[in-house]
């Protein structure tokens, strides 16, 4: 398996362990109910609408760049750098529904991770 594919499972498996997490949560609180459910799973396909349209605008910028000389910069990447912000975001959210559902989880794991989404983000900032 290519890493690329790799990177698309992961942020797959991060959906769905989030999901789990989410309703573990939920039930651990006593607040389970089917309509926050169903908001999940819509918020889990939106998630990957946001990846097609990232990468079909990437590439597009890449097709324009060839015809027209304009300096894209980091907005080639704009496919992978949604990916690995989501990617951080779900595991973010994974380890929330874990605190919060009592769960002992490490304090430099959720400062970490916060640590990557924002070097991520201010890269991204820069090239504008």
Same mark, same amino acid.
Request: hydrophobic content about 50%; overall charge positive; charged content about 30%.
């Given at each position: 398996m290519k890493s690329s594919s790799l990177i698309f499972c992961s942020l797959f498996i991060l959906n769905v362990l989030d999901c789990l997490t989410g309703w573990y $949560?939920? $039930? #651990? /609180?006593? $607040? @389970?109910?089917s309509k926050s459910g169903y908001k999940g799973i819509i918020n889990k396909i *939106? =998630?990957? =609408? /946001? #990846?097609l349209i990232s990468f079909i605008v990437s590439f597009c910028l890449k097709q324009i760049k060839v015809f027209i000389p304009i300096d894209v910069g980091v *907005? =080639?990447?704009l496919g992978w750098l949604t990916l690995i912000l989501l990617i951080i975001n779900e595991a973010r959210s994974i380890v929330e529904n874990l605190i919060e559902s009592n769960v002992k989880v490490p304090k430099w794991l959720s400062s970490s991770l916060e640590v990557y989404q924002n070097s #991520? @983000? *201010?890269m991204v900032k820069k090239e504008k």
């Open positions: $949560k939920a $039930k #651990v /609180l006593k $607040k @389970e109910n *939106s =998630i990957w =609408i /946001l #990846v *907005s =080639i990447y #991520v @983000e *201010s």
